[in-house]
């Protein structure tokens, strides 16, 4: 492997990956959110990462694996993390029972089912930050490989990844600001959440840069989009269906789906017949 080839890739890699900071600055220097526009942009990333789960990282795996392999891996993806799911504690969003509970001051009671909130949210910026993390990994093995095809291709392609990025700087730092009230807090995450893609290019240039078995990589992916789909529909619906109503939270699905699949499509043009994501 040349070393300027690798240069070159990390650095086209940090400009797609940091663009989630970009999606940031979104963020942090408008007002804070009400409740309803936070459940518009859970039901947006819902759907940004439920395209990303079948349409991108499972329908790759059956393409290349087949359609059997390609399942099994993605179905593991989802047993595992379900599995893992019961050992991370969930901040419990239900009012208290206990009867000498509500008796207590009303604005007790408010600031703690406040508390919750900021607790439930936050924990979905979290796990939306982490799923985004593990889709800008490959991306990072994708420029690397771009960048080995000529400059030109892994141009292409790092622009293409970095207008993709945006939304998703977005979907990390709005539930990470709104349940911390800090700027910093949210715009560091969700850049932080780029930075997968430089090391998805450090991974396939220094760990398995020539012997890693391409049919076991795309399992791979296929069980991590098993993973963000279970951590869509386990956290993310959830939380847009209580904030903004199971109707406008569908419609922000179905737009950030049709966001998400046009980004892809315009990866899928950037790439060479020989790469793909």
Known sequence: METHVFYRALILSLVGGLSTALGALFVVLNPTPDLKMLGLL???????????????????????????????????????????IKFIPEPDFSPQADPSYKKTDDG???????????R???????ITAVGISLHNFPEGMAVFLGSVKGLHVGLNLAFAIALHNIPEGVAVALPI?????????AFFTAAGSGLAEPVGVIAVAFLFPSSLNPDILEGLLGSVGGVMAFLTLHEMLPLAFDYCGQKRAIKAVFVGMACMSASLYFLEISLPKEISL
């Open 177 to 185: 600001y709104f349940a911390t009230q800090s700027k910093w807090k």
């Open 120 to 126: 439930q949210v936050l924990f979905s910026g979290i």
């Open 42 to 84: 859970q039901g947006f990333a819902a759907g940004l990462m439920l395209s990303i789960s079948f349409l991108d990282l499972a329908h790759n795996a059956m393409n290349s694996i087949g359609f059997l392999k390609g399942n099994l891996w993605f179905f593991a993806g989802v047993l595992f993390f379900g599995f893992i």
């Open 108 to 118: 007790g009671t408010g600031k703690d089912m406040k508390r919750n909130h900021r």
